[in-house]
């Protein structure tokens, strides 16, 4: 219990004292007349009775007198939480004044600099000189792979943005990639200074980055003819098609790895050359945003394709003849090469492509020929108890000129030297090992 100050103390001790005498001045006045009245019919008190409500009135006096103290206690207890709270309304208040000032001040520095940066944008844009120089440092300066590895994008997006008020990108990962001299960081700093001679500039982030958006858009442009080339035949118009329905037709396809960065990049491209994220993604110049945007949809759409696959083949189950036909891939391994052949065909058969096998002796490396959408592709099968080498790469590369395919690939039981997979990629080649195999069979049979 606290302790109140003396001036309380003695006025509590006053007001104890007056209701004493008060009390004791109404004891005596009824005692006075009840012993005129001659109605007292008790025996007089003895003195351990009166001691009794002595102690009895002392203790009274006690209790009122700590209630008082409590209630004092109380109203100040009282008193202090409320001004507590409304202080603490005040900093809230005063704190949430200065976090919108900030939001505020903010916001014009982000709409200056995007003024600005339009602004430089648009006045490289119209220099036709340094615009056939970005033009040019793209086509023959800049490793061109820069644009299909998503962590050197992120790396100098990361740089750009934070260094600018606009949203910085939150990383991949803890690790921060940097951009190695093989990927042209040196003839990038080169082209930034020749562009300084012929254009004025009053903030370096801003040119740099009107630099990069404009790499950036003829990447787009780039990119997207490139994936028209792999795939374009293969594919229908997707023009008119929502981003979900594009990404099922990208699922779709058998001859490329399509889990692959590279490739989902590509096609990212692609998607962003016909305004696929307008609705989705507010700096539509900024790859790796549009990049994970489309994995979101990407892992989305599979889950539901791989669900649809699972019950269709289920619903084949039950109707189908309990005699229908299964495989393993161990019962793949013990298969002779035309058994091997036979079974490759059947499979693409499944996957809705029409089959040729080629004449088995002198195929010029091409052992199936399948079509779908008029897309030719050359298939070479290989049965191996060792994994398959650069000659069988070698071989169907030769067999694509020869039997005018657009595309060619190798699929094997085994799996492929480091050699062989890296001679595949320099060629566009694509490879099957055992466990695409594997996945494949099992979707199917």
Same mark, same amino acid.
């Given at each position: 219990?606290?302790?109140?100050?003396?001036?309380?103390?003695?006025?509590?001790?006053?007001?104890?004292?007056?209701?004493?005498?008060?009390?004791? %001045?109404?004891?005596?006045k009824?005692?006075?007349?009840?012993?005129?009245?001659?109605?007292?019919?008790?025996?007089?008190?003895?003195?351990? #009775?009166?001691?009794k409500?002595?102690?009895?009135?002392?203790?009274?006096?006690? @209790?009122?007198?700590?209630?008082?103290?409590?209630?004092?206690?109380?109203? #100040?207890?009282?008193?202090?939480?409320?001004?507590?709270?409304?202080?603490?309304?005040?900093?809230?208040? #005063?704190?949430?004044?200065?976090?919108?000032?900030?939001?505020?001040?903010?916001?014009?520095?982000?709409?200056? =600099? *995007?003024?600005?940066? &339009?602004?430089? +944008?648009?006045?490289?844009?119209?220099?036709?000189?340094?615009?056939?120089?970005?033009?040019?440092?793209?086509n023959?300066?800049?490793?061109?792979?820069?644009? *299909?590895? &998503?962590?050197?994008?992120?790396?100098?997006?990361?740089? !750009?943005?934070?260094?600018c008020? !606009?949203?910085? *990108?939150?990383?991949? +990962? &803890?690790?921060?990639?940097?951009?190695?001299?093989?990927y042209?960081?040196? %003839?990038?700093?080169?082209?930034?200074?020749?562009?300084?001679?012929?254009?004025?500039?009053?903030?370096?982030?801003?040119?740099?980055?009107?630099?990069?958006? !404009?790499?950036s858009?003829?990447?787009?442009?780039?990119?997207?003819?490139?994936w028209m080339?792999?795939?374009?035949?293969?594919v229908?118009?997707? +023009?008119?098609?929502?981003? @979900?329905?594009?990404?099922?037709?990208?699922?779709?396809?058998?001859?490329?790895?399509?889990?692959?960065?590279?490739?989902?990049?590509?096609?990212?491209?692609?998607?962003m050359?016909?305004?696929?994220?307008?609705?989705?993604?507010?700096?539509?110049?900024?790859?790796?945003?549009?990049?994970?945007?489309?994995?979101?949809? =990407?892992?989305?759409?599979?889950?539901?394709?791989?669900?649809?696959? @699972?019950?269709?083949? =289920?619903?084949?189950? *039950?109707?189908?003849?309990?005699?229908?036909?299964?495989?393993?891939?161990?019962e793949?391994?013990?298969?002779?090469?035309?058994?091997?052949?036979? =079974?490759?065909?059947?499979?693409?058969?499944?996957?809705?492509?029409?089959?040729v096998?080629?004449?088995?002796?002198?195929?010029?490396?091409?052992?199936?020929?399948?079509?779908?959408?008029?897309?030719?592709?050359?298939?070479?099968?290989?049965?191996?108890?060792?994994?398959?080498?650069?000659?069988?790469?070698q071989?169907?590369v030769?067999?694509?000129?020869?039997?005018?395919?657009?595309?060619?690939?190798?699929?094997?039981?085994?799996?492929?030297?480091?050699?062989?997979?890296?001679?595949?990629?320099?060629?566009?080649?694509?490879?099957?090992?055992?466990?695409?195999?594997?996945?494949?069979?099992? #979707?199917?049979?």
């Amino acid at each position: 219990m606290n302790i109140i100050d003396k001036e309380k103390q003695n006025e509590l001790k006053q007001r104890l004292k007056v209701i004493k005498e008060e009390r004791n %001045k109404r004891s005596n006045k009824d005692s006075g007349e009840l012993d005129n009245k001659n109605i007292i019919k008790s025996p007089v008190l003895s003195h351990s #009775e009166w001691r009794k409500r002595e102690q009895e009135l002392q203790n009274r006096e006690k @209790e009122e007198y700590i209630n008082k103290i409590y209630e004092i206690n109380e109203n #100040e207890r009282i008193q202090k939480e409320k001004c507590e709270k409304e202080l603490l309304k005040k900093e809230e208040v #005063e704190r949430q004044n200065v976090k919108e000032e900030l939001l505020e001040k903010k916001e014009v520095e982000r709409e200056r =600099f *995007l003024m600005e940066l &339009d602004f430089m +944008s648009n006045k490289i844009k119209g220099n036709e000189k340094i615009k056939k120089l970005i033009e040019h440092f793209f086509n023959k300066a800049m490793p061109q792979k820069i644009f *299909l590895d &998503d962590r050197v994008i992120l790396h100098k997006l990361v740089y !750009l943005y934070n260094n600018c008020p !606009l949203e910085n *990108l939150a990383l991949l +990962s &803890d690790e921060r990639y940097l951009v190695s001299q093989e990927y042209g960081n040196e %003839k990038y700093n080169m082209l930034l200074e020749l562009i300084k001679r012929y254009t004025s500039y009053d903030n370096e982030i801003i040119l740099e980055l009107s630099v990069w958006n !404009l790499l950036s858009e003829i990447a787009v442009k780039y990119f997207s003819k490139e994936w028209m080339n792999l795939c374009g035949s293969y594919v229908n118009d997707m +023009s008119n098609l929502p981003i @979900e329905k594009c990404i099922d037709i990208y699922y779709g396809i058998d001859f490329i790895d399509i889990y692959a960065n590279s490739n989902k990049l590509l096609f990212t491209y692609y998607l962003m050359d016909n305004e696929k994220f307008n609705d989705i993604v507010s700096d539509l110049n900024n790859q790796i945003l549009c990049f994970r945007e489309f994995n979101k949809v =990407f892992n989305l759409r599979e889950k539901e394709i791989l669900k649809k696959k @699972e019950l269709d083949n =289920f619903e084949k189950m *039950l109707y189908g003849r309990e005699d229908r036909e299964t495989y393993t891939i161990n019962e793949i391994d013990i298969m002779t090469g035309i058994e091997f052949e036979i =079974f490759i065909e059947k499979l693409f058969q499944c996957l809705g492509y029409t089959t040729v096998i080629t004449k088995a002796s002198g195929d010029q490396g091409v052992d199936l020929i399948i079509v779908k959408n008029n897309y030719k592709i050359g298939v070479q099968a290989k049965c191996y108890s060792n994994k398959v080498s650069n000659s069988a790469i070698q071989e169907v590369v030769a067999g694509r000129k020869y039997y005018k395919c657009d595309k060619v690939m190798v699929v094997t039981n085994n799996f492929f030297t480091k050699s062989a997979v890296e001679l595949a990629k320099v060629n566009d080649v694509t490879l099957w090992n055992r466990e695409t195999l594997n996945k494949k069979i099992k #979707e199917i049979f």
